[in-house]
């Protein structure tokens, strides 16, 4: 059976979605085609029951140089206006509101350079493990413009204000090791070992309660411009939902039994 996919690979292991961006020759830029079909992949995986957890990774030695303004180059060669807000709103913000809405964990394997809007796609994902190779620049102002794909809403919020401003005035970028110590990225694994050990993870994370972990990162996601009142309200309506759960009943079950849980997701 084809691939209904020409710029990215999706395969299921053990209730992971892996989802590969395939264009290794042009560093995986994000064309249209591979927007569209990252939007197609997601939704997908949000809609199986099977799925449980999604990885986003590229193949070769970049996880995303960012979007791929050859498909403009055309037009910039002519001098003509090219409106770029359009072009985001209609396949890039739709993308990373995909991911943040999602009620699965979302894990990037950044196995190389993230840059531009790839960082973006990088930072919308409920974490990031990163081989020694990756690095992550933050590089718009190199091109006179400003970050975009949600990097303005989530760098400040993962480095703080100084360091953010710091890598967007100067598209500087940093490696694996800044971003852990920064808190960007949550390990750091040899290159050998990282595709491995990046996966083996995401599995135990799709063992565990997805609907809960769900609940728990729609609660987290309101809470980034709610006020404590309305925080704590929130969390007490999710956790409402989250006790009638098939999965909490066998948690308390396993605690009492003294036993590893069995979750289903349910």
Same mark, same amino acid.
């Given at each position: 059976m084809s691939s209904p996919y020409d710029t990215i690979i999706y395969e299921k292991q053990e209730g992971v979605a892996i989802i590969r961006m395939n264009r290794p020759e042009k560093l995986n830029a994000l064309s249209q085609q591979m927007l569209?079909?990252?939007? %197609?992949?997601?939704?997908?995986?949000?809609?199986?029951?099977?799925?449980?957890?999604?990885?986003? %990774?590229?193949?070769?030695?970049?996880?995303?140089?960012?979007?791929?303004?050859?498909?403009?180059?055309?037009?910039?060669?002519?001098?003509?206006?090219?409106?770029?807000?359009?072009?985001?709103?209609?396949?890039?913000?739709?993308?990373?509101?995909?991911?943040?809405?999602?009620?699965?964990?979302?894990?990037?394997?950044?196995?190389?350079?993230?840059?531009?809007?790839?960082?973006?796609?990088?930072?919308?994902?409920?974490?990031?493990?990163a081989s020694e190779d990756a690095k992550f620049v933050e590089a718009f102002t190199k091109v006179g413009l400003i970050p975009d794909s949600g990097c303005t809403y989530f760098l400040p919020r993962l480095l703080g204000l100084d360091k953010a401003m710091e890598l967007v005035m100067t598209g500087d970028g940093i490696d694996a090791a800044e971003a852990h110590r920064l808190g960007l990225v949550?390990?750091?694994?040899?290159?050998?070992?990282?595709?491995?050990?990046?996966?083996?993870?995401?599995?135990?994370?799709?063992?565990?309660? %997805?609907?809960?972990?769900g609940y728990a990162k729609r609660a987290i996601n309101r809470a980034l411009t709610s006020s404590l009142e309305d925080a704590l309200e929130y969390e007490a309506y999710m956790q409402e939902l989250a006790g009638r759960t098939s999965d909490h009943l066998e948690g308390v079950r396993a605690f009492t039994e003294k036993r590893q849980p069995q979750f289903t997701g349910r």
């Open positions: 569209e079909e990252l939007a %197609t992949a997601l939704s997908s995986a949000e809609s199986d029951p099977e799925v449980r957890c999604v990885v986003i %990774t590229g193949v070769g030695r970049a996880f995303s140089a960012g979007a791929d303004l050859s498909e403009l180059q055309a037009r910039y060669e002519k001098q003509e206006p090219v409106n770029l807000g359009q072009h985001l709103r209609r396949y890039f913000n739709p993308l990373i509101l995909r991911i943040r809405r999602m009620e699965k964990p979302v894990i990037a394997l950044v196995n190389g350079v993230a840059a531009g809007a790839g960082l973006g796609l990088a930072l919308a994902c409920d974490l990031r493990i949550s390990q750091v694994l040899p290159r050998q070992e990282f595709e491995a050990q990046g996966l083996q993870f995401a599995k135990q994370v799709a063992r565990g309660p %997805t609907r809960s972990i």
